[in-house]
């Protein structure tokens, strides 16, 4: 079991910035990778960033690529989003979640931190 609580949400206004936490227990973290989704109002839930095990490796989407920077610290069981450049459509609850299989599914996922970036 993993067990995953996000902090650091907010109201910031257009072209702040914010980071957000996801500390970790349960399972050894650094043997695992982690993921940031975000969900919208009315919208589907999808797919922010993507580090690896390790930290050496990370992904993002198109939308955020250049703005968001995802890391991790596996000496404090704590991901990472460092969100800059905030745009009102990044306005969504924020989701941390653990691939602790390596497939790229996500079996843990944390409650959610909204987001709110005001124009």
């Known amino acids: 079991q993993v067990q995953l609580v996000e902090s650091g949400g907010g109201l910031v206004q257009a072209g702040g910035s914010l980071r957000l936490s996801c500390a970790a227990s349960?399972?050894?973290?650094?043997?695992?990778?982690m993921g940031w989704f975000r969900q919208a109002p009315g919208e589907e839930r999808e797919f922010v960033a993507r580090?690896?095990?390790?930290?050496?490796?990370?992904y993002y989407a198109d939308s955020v690529k250049g703005r968001f920077t995802i890391s991790r610290d596996n000496a404090k069981n704590t991901v990472y989003l460092q969100m800059s450049s905030l745009k009102p459509e990044d306005t969504a609850v924020y989701y941390c979640?653990?691939?602790?299989?390596?497939?790229?599914?996500?079996?843990?996922w944390g409650q959610g931190t909204q987001v709110t970036v005001s124009p």
């Open positions: 979640a653990a691939d602790v299989i390596g497939t790229g599914q996500y079996a843990y």
């Open positions: 349960g399972r050894t973290f650094s043997r695992y990778a």
């Open positions: 580090i690896s095990w390790s930290g050496g490796v990370s």
